[in-house]
T-cell receptor, first 113, second 109 residues
Framework: DGGITQSPKYLFRKEGQNVTLSCEQNLNHDAMYWYRQDPGQGLRLIYY???????QKGDIAEGYSVSREKKESFPLTVTSAQKNPTAFYLC????????????FGPGTRLTVT | SQQGEEDPQALSIQEGENATMNCSYK?????LQWYRQNSGRGLVHLILIRSNEREKHSGRLRVTLDTSKKSSSLLITASRAADTASYFCATDSWGKLQFGAGTQVVVTP
């Protein structure tokens, strides 16, 4: 999985609770990304960060928050405002430049009941 | 919104056969990438084709890109059971990837 770790693999939470998903990379990549995947669908971009202390909203940022205090780490918080948080969450990173692929972590499956 | 759209949604073939899937997109791109995802796992990068390239090969994979038609195709030759996975195209516009819904490929022995 290319030097990106996500933990835990499975996470269960009660409705109304915030939960933070961890993503760490040791690839020395500047850019990091969070995606959400629902069954039978492609990936949708939640947030991304091109550099430390800076991040931008993706297509579905509502109900999520992120921070980028260190180059290696890009945690995602799923807040109680997210209406349908149960999903598979994938973190990715990439090097600088226009022709680099993204490296993905193994994902965290979040179930909220 | 998802820029890339794959076709077909699902494909079932026998070992040794070729598998072809297509991807269409809507806006201009820097490059187009193909990824594979085994069930419940992260995505693995397969191949990247730049906007000024028309064809690229990597092992049993062949990718074409037609920017005038805004389409790409992925060909897997001599498929194996281990090729069973979902395949996604992703268009890259200055670091932001937009993924399609994927093609689910099943290769039976």
């Amino acid at each position: 999985d290319g030097g990106i770790t996500q933990s835990p693999k499975y996470l269960f939470r009660k409705e109304g609770q915030n939960v933070t998903l961890s993503c760490e990379q040791n690839l020395n990549h500047d850019a990091m990304y969070w995606y959400r995947q629902d069954p039978g669908q492609g990936l949708r971009l939640i947030y991304y960060s091109q550099i430390v202390n800076d991040f931008q909203k993706g297509d579905i940022a509502e109900g999520y928050s992120v921070s980028r205090e260190k180059k290696e780490s890009f945690p995602l918080t799923v807040t109680s405002a997210q209406k349908n948080p149960t999903a598979f969450y994938l973190c990715a990173s990439r090097g600088q430049g226009a022709y680099y692929e993204q490296y993905f972590g193994p994902g965290t499956r979040l179930t909220v009941t | 919104s998802q820029q890339g759209e794959e076709d077909p949604q699902a494909l079932s073939i026998q070992e040794g056969e070729n598998a072809t899937m297509n991807c269409s997109y809507k806006t201009s791109i820097n490059n187009l990438q193909w990824y594979r995802q085994n069930s419940g796992r992260g995505l693995v990068h397969l191949i990247l084709i730049r906007s000024n390239e028309r064809e690229k090969h990597s092992g049993r994979l062949r990718v074409t890109l037609d920017t005038s038609k805004k389409s790409s195709s992925l060909l897997i030759t001599a498929s194996r059971a281990a090729d069973t996975a979902s395949y996604f195209c992703a268009t890259d516009s200055w670091g932001k990837l937009q993924f399609g819904a994927g093609t689910q490929v099943v290769v039976t022995p």
